[in-house]
């Protein structure tokens, strides 16, 4: 959270593509925490987002389709407060300092090559997973 004056806190979503999962917290998140500084990479970016997860995400009014699948490199790892795995893999192995972060791992199940109602579970418990974060770095002041 932030207070007058402040920063935004900076927050990034891992996935191993950036076209499904990470892009959808993305999404979520600027329009549940649109004081956050939102961005999301993947460990082997697939380089386009998946039609599916714009689809779901166009059902509740998030328009993702702008959004772009990036690399770890593009993105500075190291200058996050908030640093979430989206499943698959523990933060440990891409968090270079983890002390003063928030690192979570977060276990969603990766919908590439399911159908849509998969992508709108997936969508809807990453929207829960990330109004519990909202809460919880509000009780602890970030």
């Known amino acids: 959270m932030t207070g007058k004056g402040e ?22 998140a600027r329009q549940l925490a649109p004081d956050w500084m939102v961005q999301s990479a993947g460990l082997l970016p697939a380089g386009y987002i998946s039609p599916h997860a714009i689809a779901v995400m166009e059902e509740i009014g998030i328009d993702i389709s ?3 699948s990036k690399g ?6 190291d200058g996050m407060q908030v640093v979430i795995s989206m499943g698959g893999f523990p933060t440990s192995d891409f ?28 969508r809807d418990q990453i929207r829960a997973q990330i109004e519990a974060l909202r ?3 509000a009780e602890t002041g970030l």
């Open 7 to 28: 920063t935004p806190l900076t927050v990034l979503f891992v996935c191993v593509a950036n076209c499904c999962r990470s892009q959808m917290a993305e999404g979520l």
């Open 66 to 68: 702008g959004q772009r």
């Open 95 to 122: 968090v270079s300092r983890p002390d003063g972060k928030v690192a979570e791992d977060w276990s969603v199940a990766d919908p590439i090559g399911h159908g849509l109602e998969f992508y709108r579970q997936v």
């Open 72 to 77: 770890l490199d593009e993105v500075d790892v």
């Open 135 to 137: 809460a919880q770095l």
